[in-house]
Structures are given as C-alpha cells and as structure tokens.
C-alpha cells in the first residue's frame, strides 16, 4: 500500500526558505517518478515540479518556480524533497507529493494515482 505524508510547511516572511519532504511508505520508492503538486484556495491544483524514477537526472519545474525551487530525492532514505527559495505570497498554497509508476515524471494530476495528505505553505508579504 502507497502511502506519502509531507512535513516541512510553515509560516515564512516574503524571500525567505522551506524545505518541503515527503516520505513514502510502502512500495519500491526508487521505482517511481515523484512531484510536487500544489493548491491555493480557490485555484485548481497545479505542477510544482517533477523527478524521474531511480535516480535524479531529470527533472522539471513550473514556469512560476523555475530558478526558485528544487527537487531531489534520496531512494536510501524514501524521501522525497523540495527546497524553495526566495518565496513570494503567490506561493502560498497546500503543497501535495505524489508517486506515479514509471521513469518520467508528468505534470499532469491526473497521471499520478498516489497522493500525501498536504502540508500548508503560508508566505506573508
């Protein structure tokens, strides 16, 4: 059974920095393309970013984050990250990961069939 819980939200001051992780439980984590998703009220929930399965080589981002943020994952640890810089009000939303079979990751929420629970990132301007 897939199971994915994030931590790591918080309140953060415009311009500051999160690290965002994901741990999964429950399956072979290095077998699966990973990503961050992420909802604001009121908005549908839209790609962060993505990693591909086994190891880190690729990877992709949301126009709105690219430069900014930063995914990684390490398979030892079933731990799946995103480190975000320079944070702006805009980024406030629920931040979800999510796991999909296969080596590349897609931006789509319809192609990952796993999801955490979300954690609140709040930037105050």
């Known amino acids: 059974q897939v199971q994915l819980v994030e931590s790591g939200g918080g309140l953060v001051p415009a311009g500051g920095s999160l690290r965002l992780s994901c741990i999964a439980v429950g399956y072979t984590f290095s077998a699966y393309s990973m990503a961050w998703f992420r909802q604001a009220p009121g908005k549908e929930r839209e790609f962060v970013a993505g990693?591909?399965?086994?190891?880190?080589?690729?990877?992709s981002y949301g126009d709105s984050v690219r430069g900014r943020f930063t995914i990684s994952r390490d398979n030892d640890g079933k731990e799946l990250s995103l480190e975000m810089n320079r944070l702006k009000p805009e980024d406030t939303a629920i931040y979800f990961c999510?796991?999909?079979?296969?080596?590349?990751?897609?931006?789509?929420?319809?192609?990952?069939?796993?999801w955490g629970q979300g954690t609140q990132v709040t930037v105050s301007s």
């Open positions: 999510a796991a999909k079979r296969g080596l590349v990751p897609r931006n789509a929420v319809s192609e990952y069939p796993y």
């Open positions: 990693i591909n399965a086994w190891n880190d080589r690729m990877t």
